[in-house]
């Protein structure tokens, strides 16, 4: 069974930094590509990051040099790195990845940057 729990989200200033962990499990961890996704209020949901089993990442425009993504093979657990945070940012955050022929979606974790 494929879990993805979320931790980290929270209230914090504009201009300020969190860490968005996702522990996974019931997969083989280190053959995974891992996805950070988020959906602002009102808006569809939209890919942020994602780092592959090699270390490679990639990083939406919109976050490029302020977020990013890691992995820690030995804990099975993917993180992101959030500095100088804005407003923009305010979203619920999710873990993905793909597992055979599935999809996996954790269950969020929120984000609310203050102005």
């Known amino acids: 069974q494929v879990q993805l729990v979320e931790s980290g989200g929270g209230l914090v200033q504009a201009g300020g930094s969190l860490r968005l962990s996702c522990a996974a499990s019931?997969?083989?961890?280190?053959?995974?590509?891992m996805r950070w996704y988020r959906q602002p209020p009102g808006k569809q949901r939209e890919l942020v990051a994602s780092?592959?089993?090699?270390?490679?990442?990639n990083y939406a425009g919109s976050v490029k040099g302020r977020f990013t993504i890691s992995r820690d093979n030995a804990k099975n657990t993917v993180y992101l790195q959030m500095n100088r945070l804005n407003a923009d940012d305010t979203a619920v955050y999710y873990c993905?990845?793909?597992?055979?022929?599935?999809?996996?979606w954790g269950q969020g974790t929120q984000v609310t940057v203050s102005s």
């Open positions: 019931g997969i083989i961890f280190t053959l995974n590509t």
């Open positions: 780092i592959t089993s090699g270390g490679s990442t």
């Open positions: 993905n990845t793909l597992w055979g022929w599935d999809e996996y």
